[in-house]
């Protein structure tokens, strides 16, 4: 009975020396993505049509149309990590003020922060595994 009850390597949190952003770190590089990659909205929501400024500037900045623009997301971007193991490093930094209602944490691996799926920035990528 005890196999089955042994956890695999890290399952009970990573011991401290495996490498992740600092907090400090991800507050520079949070500023970093908002003040230069159009990283937003500020309040996002799933409300048709809302944020309209903030999607018609994406759209223009990515030279795509409103629509398409409002399909980008951070959970849908080719950078946007939130595996298993990955949430259990993100738990290391407390939430911050942007966290709260926009969804869940990932971490950016283009910008090195953490995001949230609701979100979205410039640098946003199709996923690979949706090009196929
Ligand atoms: S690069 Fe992708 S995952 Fe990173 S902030 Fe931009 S949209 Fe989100």
Known sequence: ????????????????????ITTAENKKNYAIAVQDWNYGPEVPTNEPGANKEFYVGLAEAMQCDEKDARRKHCSNCEYYD???????????IPLATYDKGAGFRGHCEKLN????????????????????
């Not at 939130?82 to 949430?87: D, P, R």
């Not at 946003?124 to 196929?132: C, G, I, L």
């Open 1 to 20: 009975m005890d196999k089955f009850m042994m956890m695999p390597k890290g399952f009970m949190g990573l011991p401290m020396d495996e490498g992740f």
């Open 113 to 132: 922060f953490i995001c949230n799926d609701m979100r979205v920035c410039q640098a946003w990528e199709e996923r690979e595994s949706e090009m196929d």
């Open 82 to 92: 939130n595996t298993f193991m990955t949430q259990v490093r993100i738990e290391r």
